[in-house]
């Protein structure tokens, strides 16, 4: 809704910005039931998305301030504090975001607590707060659109090592006589070259999507591809629920039950998966997930601040 701010008092604000593949949307809120503004950037080159971000920003400053500020990024992103590289974008298929800084003129710019990690996991930490994943401490959310993204929440905190979850790039034995080429530039066998909107649209082979029936054949190396990964999700950190949605289970209510009949196949009785039957459903939050995470993160951000002058 791009549009004017109402004024609601002096509720304290949360500014975010979900900068995603195609599109960044920028969010002035006090929690879901509570968006005072929201505006739409196109992603185009970081020297005119950035500064347009920054801009909406600015003027949500001057005019009501923000206390906390998240920013939810298309990955792969650079996550250690500890690095010079912190808060850029890592190697990715968008060449000319590769390097940006996201991070730093944001910080120069606006003397908040500032969260920052990828877009599916803060999709992951909005439906831990407000969806799906309410009460739980491990949690997985899964977007399967152009690419597939895995927000993974660990005891309460997304996962960290040398670098955030990639599990769309989880490399995935291939149903037998699937034989189409991955569309994953990087790897020849991952869950994201055979089962993303991309590799949907590369399987129907010109086929319009509308035209295709809940049965038809193109469906089975998705539906495999997408349980083997809640398989190896199960059996490593063992969220207590997965969240699955995105363009491709769009419009298509077939997908989660064979998901789940495949998952619960595949495991064969050797761990007893929650959600009777259930255990991967849709996000709660729908399209809101995404610039919620956004919010989630600036709300964890001055949580943390806050912890940390009280101690």
């Not at 968006?35 to 185009?44: F, G, M, S, V, Y």
């Not at 974008?89 to 003129?105: H, M, S």
């Amino acid at each position: 809704m791009d549009g004017p701010v109402t004024d609601r008092g002096d509720a304290r604000l949360f500014a975010g910005v979900e900068l995603g593949g195609t599109k960044c949307i920028c969010t002035l809120a006090t929690g879901p039931g509570d968006i005072r503004d929201q505006q739409t950037i196109a992603t185009t080159v970081p020297w005119e998305t950035l500064p347009a971000i920054k801009a909406v920003l600015d003027d949500w400053a001057g005019s009501h301030g923000f206390c906390g500020l998240g920013v939810a990024s298309f990955g792969p992103i650079k996550l250690d504090r500890g690095k010079a590289d912190f808060g850029r974008v890592g190697a990715t298929n968008k060449p000319d975001w590769e390097g940006a800084d996201l991070l730093g003129p944001l910080q120069s710019a606006f003397d908040v607590p500032i969260g920052f990690d990828t877009d599916v996991n803060g999709a992951a930490l909005a439906e831990i707060r407000w969806g799906s994943g309410r009460g739980l401490d491990d949690f997985a959310y899964v977007t399967v659109g152009t690419g597939v993204g895995v927000g993974l929440v660990v005891h309460g905190r997304p996962t960290r090592g040398f670098s955030h979850s990639e599990i769309g790039h989880v490399l995935v034995p291939r149903l037998k006589g699937d034989d189409m080429a991955s569309v994953c530039r990087f790897h020849d066998d991952c869950v994201e070259g055979l089962a993303s909107g991309t590799a949907l649209k590369a399987r129907l082979d010109g086929r319009p999507l509308s035209g295709v029936a809940p049965d038809d054949p193109v469906w089975e190396p998705i539906v495999h591809s997408l349980a083997t990964m809640v398989h190896a999700l199960a059996c490593t950190t063992g969220p207590m629920r997965v969240a699955m949605g995105g363009g491709v289970l769009s419009g298509q209510p077939q997908l989660l039950p064979r998901i789940n009949a495949r998952v619960a196949a595949s495991l064969a009785g050797y761990m007893q998966i929650p959600g009777d039957g259930a255990y991967v459903t849709s996000p709660e939050l729908g399209t809101m997930a995404g610039p919620l995470g956004a919010i989630a993160l600036a709300m964890e951000a001055v949580e943390s601040a806050g912890t940390h002058a009280a101690r």
